[in-house]
T-cell receptor, first 115, second 113 residues
Framework: KAGVTQTPRYLIKTRGQQVTLSCSPISGHRSVSWYQQTPGQGLQFLFEYFSETQRNKGNFPGRFSGRQFSNSRSEMNVSTLELGDSALYLCASSSRGQTSGETQYFGPGTRLLVL | GQNIDQPTEMTATEGAIVQINCTYQ??????LFWYQQHAGEAPTFLSY????GLEEKGRFSSFLSRSKGYSYLLLKELQMKDSASYLCAVRDPGSGGSYIPTFGRGTSLIVHP
C-alpha cells in the first residue's frame, strides 16, 4: 500500500505570495490532518478534514485554509505569506482521524521557505 | 488548551534503558500519543494511551497517569538508531466534534556507544 504523499517537497516563495500544498492520503483513509513544524514552535495542529468536511482547526489565522476532495486528497492554502510561515508542513492520514486512537501516518512533508 | 512539558535533551548509552517524561495540564483529555522523529524525517507513531497504566510494545513501553497529568516513554536495550526526537502529544476536545492534538516540544535523545 502506498504511503502518504505530499507535493511539492520543497518550495521557495516571497512575502505576500500565496501557496497551495497537496496531500494524498493512504488509499481508504478518509481523514487528513495538517501540521506546521518549526524550530521555534515545534509541531502544531492546523486542521483536520474528514469526508470533505473540516472537523477542527488549530490556533492559526484565517490566512491558513484547506479543503478535501471526494477522493480524500487534501490541499492547504496559505495566503499573503509572511516570513514566519517558513516551516515544514506535514499531513497525516488515518481511517477515522482524530476521534480515535488509531495510528496516523505522516507524509514526508513540504518544506516552505518564505523570503 | 494544553500545556505540555518534556525535557529538551537526554543522552544514554547503547544497551541501556532510558525514561522520557511528559507532564501536561489540560482542560480536557482524550488520549496521549508518543511519536518518534528522526532528523529530517516525518514523525512515526509509537504509542497511544487513554487509560491509566502501562502499554508495552517490544522495546518501547508507555505509561499514563491521568490524575497526575503524567506520562513516560520507556526505551529498553537502546540502539544507536533510537537517537531521535520523541514527541509527546495530548488530545483534547475541539469544537467540531473531534479532537485537537497538542504536541510537546520534543525530547532529543542521543544514544552513544
Amino acid at each position: 500500500k502506498a504511503g502518504v504523499t505530499q507535493t511539492p517537497r520543497y518550495l521557495i516563495k516571497t512575502r505576500g505570495q500565496q501557496v497551495t500544498l497537496s496531500c494524498s492520503p493512504i488509499s481508504g483513509h478518509r481523514s487528513v490532518s495538517w501540521y506546521q513544524q518549526t524550530p521555534g514552535q515545534g509541531l502544531q495542529f492546523l486542521f483536520e478534514y474528514f469526508s470533505e468536511t473540516q472537523r477542527n482547526k488549530g490556533n492559526f489565522p484565517g490566512r491558513f485554509s484547506g479543503r478535501q476532495f471526494s477522493n480524500s486528497r487534501s490541499e492547504m492554502n496559505v495566503s499573503t505569506l509572511e516570513l514566519g510561515d517558513s516551516a515544514l508542513y506535514l499531513c497525516a492520514s488515518s481511517s477515522r482521524g482524530q476521534t480515535s486512537g488509531e495510528t496516523q501516518y505522516f507524509g514526508p512533508g513540504t518544506r516552505l521557505l518564505v523570503l | 488548551g494544553q500545556n505540555i512539558d518534556q525535557p529538551t535533551e537526554m543522552t544514554a548509552t547503547e544497551g541501556a534503558i532510558v525514561q522520557i517524561n511528559c507532564t501536561y495540564q489540560t482542560s480536557g483529555f482524550n488520549g496521549l500519543f508518543w511519536y518518534q522523529q528522526h532528523a529530517g524525517e516525518a514523525p512515526t507513531f509509537l504509542s497511544y494511551n487513554v487509560l491509566d497504566g502501562l502499554e508495552e510494545k517490544g522495546r518501547f513501553s508507555s505509561f499514563l497517569s491521568r490524575s497526575k497529568g503524567y506520562s513516560y516513554l520507556l526505551l529498553k536495550e537502546l540502539q544507536m538508531k533510537d537517537s531521535a526526537s520523541y514527541l509527546c502529544a495530548v488530545r483534547d476536545p475541539g469544537s467540531g466534534g473531534s479532537y485537537i492534538p497538542t504536541f510537546g516540544r520534543g525530547t532529543s535523545l542521543i544514544v552513544h556507544p
